[in-house]
């Protein structure tokens, strides 16, 4: 019964705790006929002193406490404690379970409890407890502890961290204080922990971090703090509003909030540079930390400085690309901020030095030591232009007029001997003087723009200025203005430019994975789905992506972003005319060597009556197949509009019964994407729905007719055909169940996103309760093994008298923010003790995560060669015709791993089944792949993963998947020649007819 009430959470929200209740009433009403002999007599002890500590006569129900005949003690006799209110007594003949929630015990928790030694669950909550927890609760073996929503007082017991079965533990809306002990991250089992609501205060223990199984946080609404970096992060993916929420503090919560450098930057190492930071609150002297490997370690700026909110930093000489500031309390450590991302400390070089080698007035004549005329009677707003001389006096640029009011401009174009990366421009202006009734603008393009006041001198000072922008050229430009005659002087002496050259290490590439976008409308507005746009960056350096569109009914979302990103495109046809319209969307990053790249947009309208119904096959199961466990339904279908959906239903009689609705698989169908190229959505024109057929009527046995409708946009509905099965798993022998997160075509995010999932295998087999024989794929990558062995009454009632039917489920920790974003796949394989294995729930899921660079599973959309792309050349490269292939397939990789050699032609052929794992070692490392559809180069399919370090490829097709895919991947020899290996993998149906 252990962690029995953990798996009761709803994913996506917070498990309440009246539905536990809810259960365990249930439960105790399953039980209720199991009446033992007499409990021990320090437990029987234990409940008396409650019922008398709590005034157990006041209480709602006391049913079965104080029912004659009584005992010399007052109490019902020895033997009956099992049928006393909220008292559950186990086989062994001690009390396993004790629940009075919500029954107005008024008192103090008497510590005789720990006389409880088996005591697994104690509820307690929503009464009017009081006083302090006993200490000796931490002698128990609890697996939840609920206290909450009562007036207990004092400091959590440290013992309580003891208990190292605790799964639940409930301690909000009490009257808690002190700080949190940092004992409770010993709880490495913990799944709840409900602080909140207290007035707990002081810094919040590191050893929380501990808590690896914990999916339920609340600490809100009490005074607390956290300093550690690390702590903070975890604090903040599990309980987002911590922060926000300490409003126990009385007036505003302490904080400190990093300004700058706060990433992002670009600081000189020498160099000087301001510390900034603003506090709420109460903060005295402040202490300032720095750390060039991203928070791993700090040095120590200054231990102790006056909090007033700037410090004059001498940057140290240590260049890192991983900086950070750290910012907290002088005297705890509290508050603290760090950083919000890193910034960089770089050693400028000097890139070009010397006086301007080109010089001239508002672009007329050129002046370098000589003089020269403005031009005549010019204009150019309310500045008037006559007889200007100017010209190079003593170093200064001499400007005498005797007008009233005159403009200066003086322009210096710097060339550069190659692209660099420029940090940072200064000049000297000598020892000229504005005079006292000039007003003079400088602007130095193109970092910024300085106003100088009158009478202001240089002196021969350096003014410098910093940016970041990558250029081949400089162009600096001043400007002075005059509103009386005087004659004065602009001089320009020497200027430095210090930056770092542009290698191909910091090169950016644009790349789309599509160049084309078909769409379908109606003149009164019915369109098809949006679609998208992947854009990634095929060089090393950062992509920084603008999206633009040339039609009025064309919609781009978002229209910014940085390294890879998704563009979602849609069409709009109300008001349009019927017909076919064209537009383009342009992708551009100034500093990418192949920007912009178009992607075309094709919109066909038609009048409502002209519109077709959908289209389509209804591909697997194979129509008379005999079929167990889970199993495929897939399929193909496209409408000139868009379709809606795709449902799946089964004959009831002369009814449908509902059963799910399928998912559009980009990918799947290249033949279907090649024989209707102008469709919209052709790409994702497969369709796919995993079938757990032990759901099916009678456990999934029997004859079961299984139909495929699909619905487009305008409401038209298509059945696009049947299939009668013979399901048996009345003689099934594998493992079977299913992932409950994340759900079909569902989204995922964040770094501990928690996969759930249920296996259960055929009597007399079973499946180790330590969750070891359980793999989790992540696109046909074995990633690690669920946490196993936790009861759900839904599939404990669904499938009894299975061995793992009180323990089915089984969850995972996954770092999404390690994946790019886009669809992937995700399946359990899970083996019993007997060996017997199969896949558990292959299903597909969105990855959708903000500011993360996630790299595994990249799938590059293009590769270039010089100023080629290899889907114009790939056909002109060698193919690989000797060197073979070692494969590998199936679940429980039963079969050995087999070379195959390439046939007369070069190609490789590979056959497996639905939803049947391959992986391919392709004999040396640094390959490009992707999937070939007609004569254009696609990304690698949904589902598949390319090691290029180690040269392996896996994939875990998802159903939909049916038919051959043609793969090619590129290598460089030694000698810089390329070569590719094609791969042709032909997928059949898994269950024959």
Same mark, same amino acid.
């Given at each position: 019964?252990?962690?029995?009430?953990?798996?009761?959470?709803?994913?996506?929200?917070?498990?309440?705790?009246?539905?536990?209740?809810?259960?365990?009433?249930?439960?105790?009403?399953?039980?209720?006929?199991?009446?033992?002999?007499?409990?021990?007599?320090?437990?029987?002890?234990?409940?008396?002193?409650?019922?008398?500590?709590?005034?157990?006569?006041?209480?709602?129900?006391?049913?079965?406490?104080?029912?004659?005949?009584?005992?010399?003690?007052?109490?019902?006799?020895?033997?009956?404690?099992?049928?006393?209110?909220?008292?559950?007594?186990?086989?062994?003949?001690?009390?396993?379970?004790?629940?009075?929630?919500?029954?107005?015990?008024? %008192? @103090? =928790? !008497? &510590?005789? /409890?720990? +006389?409880?030694?088996? $005591?697994?669950?104690?509820? *307690?909550?929503?009464?009017?407890? #009081?006083?302090?927890?006993?200490?000796?609760?931490?002698?128990?073996?609890?697996?939840?502890?609920?206290?909450?929503?009562?007036?207990?007082?004092?400091?959590?017991?440290?013992?309580?961290?003891?208990?190292?079965?605790?799964?639940?533990?409930?301690?909000?809306?009490?009257?808690?204080? %002190? @700080? =949190? !002990? &940092?004992? /409770?991250? +010993?709880?490495?089992? $913990?799944?709840?922990?409900? *602080?909140?609501?207290?007035?707990? #205060?002081?810094?919040?223990?590191?050893?929380?971090?501990?808590?690896?199984?914990?999916?339920?946080?609340?600490?809100?609404?009490?005074?607390?703090?956290?300093?550690?970096?690390?702590?903070?992060?975890?604090?903040?993916?599990?309980?987002?509003?911590?922060?926000?929420?300490?409003?126990?503090?009385?007036?505003?919560?302490?904080?400190?909030?990093?300004?700058?450098?706060?990433?992002?930057?670009?600081?000189?190492?020498?160099? #000087?540079?301001?510390?900034?930071?603003?506090?709420?609150?109460?903060?005295?002297?402040?202490?300032?930390?720095?750390?060039?490997?991203?928070?791993?370690?700090?040095?120590?700026?200054?231990?102790?400085?006056?909090?007033?909110?700037?410090?004059?930093?001498?940057?140290?000489?240590?260049?890192?690309?991983?900086?950070?500031?750290?910012?907290?309390?002088?005297?705890?450590?509290?508050?603290?901020?760090?950083?919000?991302?890193?910034?960089?400390?770089?050693?400028?070089?000097?890139?070009?030095?010397?006086?301007?080698?080109?010089?001239?007035?508002?672009?007329?004549?050129?002046?370098?030591?000589?003089?020269?005329?403005?031009?005549?009677?010019?204009?150019?707003?309310?500045?008037?232009?006559?007889?200007?001389?100017?010209?190079?006096?003593?170093?200064?640029?001499?400007?005498?007029?005797?007008?009233?009011?005159?403009?200066?401009?003086?322009?210096?174009?710097?060339?550069?001997?190659?692209?660099?990366?420029?940090?940072?421009?200064?000049?000297?202006?000598?020892?000229?003087?504005?005079?006292?009734?000039?007003?003079?603008?400088?602007?130095?393009?193109?970092?910024?723009?300085?106003?100088?006041?009158?009478?202001?001198?240089?002196?021969?000072?350096?003014?410098?200025?910093?940016?970041?922008?990558?250029?081949?050229?400089?162009?600096?430009?001043?400007?002075?203005?005059?509103?009386?005659?005087?004659?004065?002087?602009?001089?320009?002496?020497?200027?430095?430019?210090?930056?770092?050259?542009?290698?191909?290490?910091?090169?950016?590439?644009?790349?789309?994975?599509?160049?084309?976008?078909?769409?379908?409308?109606?003149?009164?507005?019915?369109?098809?789905?949006?679609?998208?746009?992947?854009?990634?960056?095929?060089?090393?350096?950062?992509?920084?992506?603008?999206?633009?569109?040339?039609?009025?009914?064309?919609?781009?979302?978002?229209?910014?972003?940085?390294?890879?990103?998704?563009?979602?495109?849609?069409?709009?046809?109300?008001?349009?005319?019927?017909?076919?319209?064209?537009?383009?969307?342009?992708?551009?990053?100034?500093?990418?060597?192949?920007?912009?790249?178009?992607?075309?947009?094709?919109?066909?309208?038609?009048?409502?009556?002209?519109?077709?119904?959908?289209?389509?096959?209804?591909?697997?199961?194979?129509?008379?197949?005999?079929?167990?466990?889970?199993?495929?339904?897939?399929?193909?279908?496209?409408?000139?509009?868009?379709?809606?959906?795709?449902?799946?239903?089964?004959?009831?009689?002369?009814?449908?019964?509902?059963?799910?609705?399928?998912?559009?698989?980009?990918?799947?169908?290249?033949?279907?994407?090649?024989?209707?190229?102008?469709?919209?959505?052709?790409?994702?024109?497969?369709?796919?729905?995993?079938?757990?057929?032990?759901?099916?009527?009678?456990?999934?046995?029997?004859?079961?007719?299984?139909?495929?409708?699909?619905?487009?946009?305008?409401?038209?509905?298509?059945?696009?055909?049947?299939?009668?099965?013979?399901?048996?798993?009345?003689?099934?022998?594998?493992?079977?169940?299913?992932?409950?997160?994340?759900?079909?075509?569902?989204?995922?995010?964040?770094?501990?996103?928690?996969?759930?999932?249920?296996?259960?295998?055929?009597?007399?087999?079973?499946?180790?309760?330590?969750?070891?024989?359980?793999?989790?794929?992540?696109?046909?990558?074995?990633?690690?093994?669920?946490?196993?062995?936790?009861?759900?009454?839904?599939?404990?009632?669904?499938?009894?008298?299975?061995?793992?039917?009180?323990?089915?489920?089984?969850?995972?920790?996954?770092?999404?923010?390690?994946?790019?974003?886009?669809?992937?796949?995700?399946?359990?394989?899970?083996?019993?003790?007997?060996?017997?294995?199969?896949?558990?729930?292959?299903?597909?899921?969105?990855?959708?995560?903000?500011?993360?660079?996630?790299?595994?599973?990249?799938?590059?959309?293009?590769?270039?060669?010089?100023?080629?792309?290899?889907?114009?050349?790939?056909?002109?490269?060698?193919?690989?015709?000797?060197?073979?292939?070692?494969?590998?397939?199936?679940?429980?990789?039963?079969?050995?791993?087999?070379?195959?050699?390439?046939?007369?032609?070069?190609?490789?052929?590979?056959?497996?089944?639905?939803?049947?794992?391959?992986?391919?070692?392709?004999?040396?490392?640094?390959?490009?792949?992707?999937?070939?559809?007609?004569?254009?180069?696609?990304?690698?399919?949904?589902?598949?993963?390319?090691?290029?370090?180690?040269?392996?490829?896996?994939?875990?097709?998802?159903?939909?998947?049916?038919?051959?895919?043609?793969?090619?991947?590129?290598?460089?020899?030694?000698?810089?020649?390329?070569?590719?290996?094609?791969?042709?993998?032909?997928?059949?149906?898994?269950?024959?007819?």
């Amino acid at each position: 019964m252990r962690k029995l009430f953990w798996t009761f959470i709803k994913i996506g929200e917070i498990m309440k705790k009246r539905i536990i209740l809810f259960i365990f009433a249930f439960i105790l009403s399953q039980f209720s006929g199991f009446i033992h002999g007499a409990i021990p007599a320090s437990e029987r002890a234990a409940l008396i002193a409650l019922y008398n500590r709590t005034n157990g006569d006041s209480w709602i129900n006391n049913s079965g406490w104080k029912t004659p005949p009584l005992h010399t003690d007052g109490f019902a006799m020895p033997g009956t404690e099992g049928s006393w209110f909220g008292v559950k007594v186990g086989y062994s003949g001690n009390v396993r379970f004790l629940s009075l929630s919500n029954n107005k015990l008024n %008192g @103090s =928790i !008497p &510590s005789q /409890l720990s +006389n409880l030694t088996h $005591l697994e669950e104690l509820f *307690l909550s929503n009464n009017q407890l #009081s006083d302090s927890i006993p200490y000796t609760l931490g002698n128990l073996s609890l697996t939840v502890l609920d206290l909450s929503d009562n007036q207990l007082s004092g400091s959590i017991p440290s013992q309580l961290g003891n208990n190292d079965w605790l799964g639940e533990l409930w301690l909000n809306n009490n009257q808690r204080s %002190g @700080s =949190i !002990p &940092s004992q /409770l991250g +010993n709880l490495w089992d $913990l799944v709840t922990l409900d *602080l909140s609501h207290n007035k707990l #205060s002081g810094i919040i223990p590191l050893s929380l971090t501990n808590l690896t199984a914990i999916y339920t946080l609340d600490i809100g609404y009490n005074c607390l703090y956290a300093t550690d970096p690390t702590l903070r992060a975890w604090l903040d993916s599990h309980d987002p509003d911590w922060e926000a929420h300490q409003d126990q503090c009385g007036g505003t919560t302490p904080s400190v909030t990093v300004i700058s450098p706060n990433g992002g930057e670009s600081l000189e190492a020498g160099g #000087s540079h301001t510390i900034t930071w603003t506090t709420t609150g109460t903060v005295g002297n402040v202490k300032i930390e720095y750390s060039t490997n991203n928070g791993s370690s700090w040095s120590i700026v200054i231990s102790s400085t006056s909090n007033d909110g700037s410090y004059f930093w001498t940057v140290p000489e240590t260049p890192s690309t991983n900086c950070m500031i750290r910012i907290s309390g002088a005297s705890d450590g509290s508050p603290s901020d760090t950083s919000n991302s890193t910034f960089s400390i770089v050693q400028y070089t000097n890139v070009a030095r010397g006086k301007p080698v080109l010089v001239t007035t508002n672009g007329a004549d050129d002046y370098q030591d000589h003089v020269g005329e403005w031009p005549s009677d010019a204009t150019d707003g309310s500045l008037n232009y006559q007889s200007v001389s100017a010209g190079i006096e003593d170093g200064c640029v001499a400007w005498v007029n005797d007008d009233y009011y005159q403009l200066m401009i003086v322009t210096v174009n710097i060339n550069l001997q190659g692209a660099y990366k420029i940090n940072k421009i200064r000049y000297n202006m000598g020892n000229c003087q504005f005079a006292d009734s000039w007003n003079a603008d400088i602007m130095e393009s193109p970092f910024a723009r300085t106003s100088t006041n009158p009478g202001t001198s240089y002196s021969g000072a350096w003014t410098e200025h910093t940016g970041d922008i990558n250029a081949s050229s400089v162009v600096i430009k001043f400007e002075k203005t005059r509103t009386m005659w005087k004659e004065d002087w602009l001089f320009i002496g020497e200027i430095e430019i210090f930056g770092s050259p542009i290698t191909n290490s910091n090169i950016t590439e644009i790349s789309l994975n599509r160049t084309t976008l078909n769409f379908g409308g109606t003149t009164s507005g019915i369109v098809g789905r949006s679609q998208n746009i992947m854009i990634s960056n095929n060089g090393t350096g950062t992509l920084n992506w603008s999206v633009s569109e040339n039609q009025p009914w064309i919609s781009c979302t978002p229209t910014s972003g940085t390294g890879s990103g998704i563009v979602t495109v849609s069409v709009d046809s109300l008001g349009l005319a019927a017909g076919t319209y064209t537009g383009t969307i342009t992708v551009s990053d100034p500093n990418a060597t192949n920007s912009p790249l178009t992607s075309m947009v094709t919109l066909n309208v038609y009048n409502l009556n002209q519109t077709s119904v959908p289209f389509g096959d209804f591909a697997t199961p194979i129509d008379g197949s005999t079929v167990n466990s889970s199993i495929a339904v897939t399929g193909w279908v496209l409408d000139d509009i868009g379709v809606e959906s795709v449902k799946i239903y089964r004959t009831k009689g002369n009814d449908k019964v509902y059963i799910g609705d399928a998912i559009f698989v980009e990918g799947a169908r290249p033949d279907v994407e090649q024989a209707y190229p102008n469709y919209p959505n052709n790409y994702k024109g497969g369709w796919g729905y995993m079938l757990l057929t032990n759901f099916l009527p009678n456990n999934g046995n029997g004859i079961f007719t299984i139909h495929a409708i699909a619905t487009d946009m305008e409401g038209n509905h298509v059945t696009l055909g049947t299939k009668t099965i013979l399901v048996d798993n009345a003689n099934a022998f594998k493992p079977f169940g299913a992932i409950d997160t994340p759900t079909q075509g569902g989204t995922a995010s964040g770094r501990s996103f928690i996969n759930w999932g249920w296996v259960l295998t055929p009597q007399p087999n079973y499946i180790p309760t330590d969750g070891s024989t359980i793999k989790v794929y992540v696109d046909g990558v074995n990633i690690g093994h669920p946490i196993y062995n936790i009861y759900r009454a839904d599939i404990a009632n669904l499938f009894p008298g299975y061995s793992n039917s009180y323990g089915a489920i089984g969850y995972f920790y996954l770092d999404t923010t390690a994946y790019e974003n886009g669809v992937h796949t995700i399946q359990w394989v899970a083996t019993d003790n007997a060996g017997n294995t199969d896949g558990i729930g292959s299903r597909y899921f969105t990855i959708q995560n903000t500011g993360t660079t996630g790299q595994l599973s990249l799938s590059n959309a293009q590769w270039t060669l010089g100023d080629e792309s290899v889907d114009k050349r790939v056909s002109s490269i060698p193919v690989d015709s000797f060197g073979p292939v070692i494969i590998g397939k199936g679940c429980n990789w039963d079969s050995m791993p087999q070379e195959i050699y390439p046939d007369e032609k070069g190609d490789i052929h590979i056959e497996i089944r639905e939803l049947e794992r391959v992986e391919i070692d392709l004999g040396c490392s640094q390959w490009r792949g992707h999937h070939v559809i007609g004569n254009r180069l696609k990304p690698l399919p949904v589902g598949s993963t390319l090691d290029t370090g180690r040269g392996i490829f896996y994939w875990q097709p998802g159903p939909g998947f049916i038919g051959q895919y043609q793969l090619v991947f590129l290598s460089r020899e030694e000698n810089g020649e390329l070569t590719k290996k094609t791969i042709k993998i032909n997928i059949m149906p898994k269950f024959k007819e």
